[in-house]
């Protein structure tokens, strides 16, 4: 089972720990060997996934939307993408070099591409700009890839 994600970055410390815990529980119901993750690796959902993933058993692919990506990360989570990236099973590119919304997007439609479901770390509001989360769960419902949201009760984000 291929499960790509996708997600809100920046993240309370409290909606964080609820996350973390929606996503565990979703692992949970995967067969560790079955279990494949797809992510793109960015802090938040995307790396906390990908490392519950790995943790339960599974394998992960990583998706790198563009040459520059990993500059355009936090610098705070360059460790973490670099420990994620090099246990990757198998990495993907676009091809594309800035590291910008349009990237973000094509690195989103490949991820979905290669998914057999989508997890998706949304509130349910529309995308803040192009290549957001909103943007990703409309592109895979349009290519009839599932779509399970996870987002804690009541809970906000800035």
């Known amino acids: 089972m291929r499960v790509g ?7 309370t410390a409290e909606v964080e720990e609820q996350v973390r815990q929606l996503l565990a529980t979703a692992i949970d119901g995967y067969v560790a060997g079955e279990l494949v993750a797809v992510s793109c690796i960015a802090d938040g959902p995307d790396s906390w996934f990908a490392q519950a993933a790995l943790d339960h058993g599974g394998r992960l692919e990583a ?9 355009s990360l936090p610098d705070w989570h360059h460790p973490v993408y670099d420990a994620l990236l090099v246990r990757a099973a198998e990495v993907h590119h676009t091809g594309l070099t ?8 094509a690195g989103s439609e490949v991820l979905v591409g290669l998914a057999d479901e989508l997890l998706a770390v949304w509130d349910g ?11 990703v769960v ?7 890839v599932p779509v399970r949201v996870l987002w804690p009760q009541g809970a906000t984000r800035s």
């Open 138 to 144: 409309a592109y895979a419902e349009r290519m009839g």
């Open 63 to 71: 998706v790198i939307p563009a040459e520059e990506y990993r500059d």
């Open 98 to 105: 800035a590291s910008d919304s349009n990237a973000h997007m």
């Open 5 to 11: 994600i996708t997600g809100h970055r920046g993240l």
């Open 125 to 135: 509001k529309p995308a803040g700009g192009y290549g957001g989360t909103a943007d």
